[in-house]
T-cell receptor, first 114, second 112 residues
């Protein structure tokens, strides 16, 4: 079956612009996670959703970052007023439920802020 | 991510050899201990995982060894193959928090 998909695969933006990153989880998966992978910080948790609710936003680096999930499916991560330090690969993962062991990752969106 | 320390940073092994990657953690509340494998341009994928009620788990050529008292767990890859060349991450988790805490990664190269 289809895995987790993310779009765009690559995004180049100018400093100060807003960007939206999209994640389509595996059908039927109720839990969705966002992680960021960067050279300096490694792989770090950003936020997770159970259904459309986000009980844990503790990993969001600043108030320029926000995320939403609609219809218990697609999620969008928005970064406002992008900075160069936002350059990273943004990974989305989904799992059948929050308490499920395995998280299935998408291929990521590579964001470059110039 | 000081909660989790992974070593070595990189590893070169000959085909047929044994690859060993280690992960040390500080948080005794972790109760799920997975290893993820990542190929270039792809997201991480679960390779093998263990819970603290057992000390070892084997799946094919991959084995996790878990030492609760030392707060360490390791990944052993037997008969390493060039196709195993990838980056490996330990990523322990507390069941109550759901998020994976990733180690810094180990880049494995298996030479033919």
């Amino acid at each position: 079956g289809a895995g987790v998909s993310q779009s765009p695969s690559n995004k180049v933006t100018e400093k100060g612009k807003d960007v939206e990153l999209r994640c389509d989880p595996i059908s039927g998966h109720t839990a969705l996670y966002w992680y960021r992978q960067s050279l300096g910080q490694g792989l770090e948790f950003l936020i997770y959703f159970q259904g459309n609710s986000a009980p844990d936003k503790s990993g969001l680096p600043s108030d320029r970052f926000s995320a939403e999930r609609t219809g218990g499916s697609v999620s969008t991560l928005t970064i406002q007023r992008t900075q160069q330090e936002d350059s990273a690969v943004y990974l989305c993962a989904s799992s059948l439920a929050l308490w499920s062991d395995e998280q299935y990752f998408g291929p990521g969106t590579r964001l470059t802020v110039t | 991510q000081q909660q989790v320390k992974q070593s070595p940073q990189s590893l070169i092994v000959q085909k047929g050899g044994i690859s060993i990657i280690n992960c040390a953690y500080e948080n005794t509340a972790f109760d799920y201990f997975p290893w993820y494998q990542q190929f270039p341009g792809k997201g991480p994928a679960l390779l093998i995982a263990i819970r603290p009620d057992v000390s070892e788990k084997k799946e094919g050529r991959f084995t996790i060894s878990f030492n609760k008292s030392a707060k360490q767990f390791s990944l052993h890859i037997m008969d390493s193959q060039p196709g195993d060349s990838a980056t490996y991450f330990c990523a322990p988790r507390m069941d109550s928090s759901y998020k994976l805490i990733f180690g810094s990664g180990t880049r494995l190269l298996v030479r033919p």
